[in-house]
């Protein structure tokens, strides 16, 4: 029974379930269904892609986020995500609609399958790593297993790349579900971007930065894919969220957990991590001499 405060609507599903549907069914229906990977950086198939995610995805998930996220702050599904949802729930519901986007691209656009050889040497180790070793032993003849990022050295095969990546999609081939490991590192990281930008700008922010991120083509196809470059990301917004912290909170957990995230991002992309790393071991190498005699 609506009461007598309530704004009477004639149609309270239209507007966070059927407009949602009728666009992402004009997404399916339009364009072709698959990116050919011949040239894919440079497919004109790819900008289609993009477009379309653009204007129909990204609209549908805006509307369903706006409806549902209203929806679960007046009656929360779980109580123990209600204070989540009360207080950053459109920073949650982004990463929430960020993870189906992935989800389905990895499923539609890559088929759930390694699509460069990057990536199917990403997924070779995790296969190694998951079952408890740390490199395979070498094919009788290596000449006719050659492909660029797998290297045999004394009578072993493994890849050339850091283990960090390889080791988060161990954990998926486990589970029998290696595909979906970067969704839901795109997931995270978008959260946890969204965190810091609250932390460093200030908490209206947060859906801001998760939004952006959602929208970034960089981020929805590396997160469809097997690229490293999500574990990366994933460790990077862990520093960076949590040396914020660090700042805004006394404590020790903080400095360490932005530690974890810059180590972690170390055994990714070394160099990317060293790159990052350098202008903020700068910067509090400038606070600690500013600060001199006071509590460091």
């Not at 609506?2 to 997404?27: H, M, N, S």
């Not at 200030?202 to 929805?220: H, K, N, Q």
Request: proline share 8%.
């Amino acid at each position: 029974m609506i009461q007598p405060d309530e704004p009477r609507r004639a149609f309270p599903w239209l507007g966070g379930i059927v407009v949602p549907l009728l666009l992402l069914a004009a997404f399916l229906l339009s364009g072709p269904p698959q990116v050919p990977t011949e040239h894919l950086d440079h497919n004109p198939v790819v900008r289609i892609w993009k477009l379309r995610v653009l204007f129909f995805v990204a609209p549908a998930l805006l509307l369903a986020a706006w409806f549902w996220g209203g929806r679960l702050h007046r009656a929360p599904l779980l109580p123990l995500l209600s204070d989540l949802f009360s207080r950053r729930r459109w920073l949650v519901l982004t990463g929430m609609a960020g993870l189906i986007v992935f989800a389905t691209l990895s499923t539609l656009l890559f088929e759930r399958i390694p699509r460069v050889w990057d990536t199917a040497g990403y997924l070779f180790q995790a296969q190694v790593l998951a079952s408890g070793h740390l490199a395979a032993t070498a094919p009788p003849s290596p000449d006719h297993f050659w492909l660029y990022p797998l290297v045999v050295w004394q009578g072993k095969w493994f890849a050339i790349y850091p283990l960090g990546h390889s080791a988060l999609l161990a954990l998926g081939v486990l589970a029998g579900v290696p595909w979906l490991v970067c969704p839901l590192i795109g997931a995270v990281a978008l959260i946890l971007t969204g965190l810091f930008a609250g932390e460093a700008l200030g908490r209206r922010s947060e859906s801001l930065a998760g939004l952006l991120f959602l929208l970034s083509p960089f981020v929805i196809f590396m997160s469809s894919s097997f690229q490293g470059h999500n574990s990366n990301l994933l460790g990077t917004a862990l520093f960076l969220y949590f040396d914020a912290r660090a700042h805004n909170r006394p404590g020790r957990l903080n400095p360490l957990l932005a530690g974890l995230g810059l180590g972690f991002s170390f055994f990714v992309r070394t160099l990317s991590a060293a790159a990052l790393a350098l202008p903020f071991i700068l910067f509090e190498l400038w606070l600690l001499l500013r600060r001199r005699g006071e509590a460091r």
